[in-house]
């Protein structure tokens, strides 16, 4: 198993540029993440997927839009980048242990800049 | 929203020495999770925990769930150079059914003088 896989690993974007970073995972995993870790920070979640077709937004979704039209692939678009945007993303995806209980696996991450 | 208060900020330490780190929260999960980052890397699961007083180990960390459900601690016995990295506690309160992400503290940067 590859995991949790993330394309680009850096991107240089200039303000109102879009792009998409792409996530994919190969553990049949049904529920997917995106986060984003500022310097100096935790990660805050962006939005989450519990399944294909089904997406939600987590604490700080303003600027993002994703999509989930397969089990794998769960992929997150800027639409007009803004400097504040500039930050690592990181996509994470589920085993589902128990009821009520997560492990969440995450990729490597994109350095996105906008500037 | 839900905010995990994670201490020490940082550790300077020598090589072979025990190292305590803990995480509280102003409110109950049911999950309790502790990562390791590497530069450049993405995090890495090291010990999750699912009940109440639970203690759980693996090799020379271990970690346990507080009674009261708002707080956790990570420990690591005999430190290595290759412990140095942040790690990052993090909690989970599923709620409505959904698989709510991971509320993250902001880090312990451990760092390994030989």
């Known amino acids: 198993n590859a995991g949790v896989t993330q394309t680009p690993k850096f991107r240089i974007l200039k303000i109102g540029q879009s792009m998409t970073l792409q996530c994919t995972q190969d553990m049949n995993h049904n529920y997917m993440y995106w986060y984003r870790q500022d310097p100096g920070m935790g990660l805050k979640l962006i939005y989450y997927s519990v399944g294909a077709g089904i997406t939600d937004k987590g604490e700080v979704p303003n600027g993002y839009n994703v999509s989930r039209s397969t089990t794998e692939d769960f992929p997150l678009r800027l639409e007009l980048a803004a400097p504040s945007q500039t930050s690592v993303y990181f996509c994470a995806s589920t085993k589902v242990r128990l009821a009520g209980s997560y492990e969440q696996y995450f990729g490597p991450g994109t350095r996105l800049t906008v500037t | 929203g839900q905010q995990l208060n994670q201490s020490p900020q940082s550790m300077f330490i020598q090589e072979g020495e025990d190292v305590s780190m803990n995480c509280t929260s102003s409110s109950i999960f049911n999950t309790w999770l502790w990562y390791k980052q590497d530069p450049g890397e993405g995090p890495v699961l090291l010990i999750a925990?699912?009940?109440?007083?639970e203690l759980t180990s693996n090799g020379r960390l271990t970690a346990q769930f507080g009674i009261t459900r708002k707080d956790s601690f990570l420990n690591i016995s005999a430190s290595i150079p290759s412990d140095v990295g942040i790690y990052f506690c993090a909690g989970q309160w599923e709620s409505g059914g959904g698989a709510d992400g991971l509320t993250f503290g902001k880090g312990t940067h451990l760092i390994i003088q030989p």
């Open positions: 925990l699912y009940k109440a007083g």
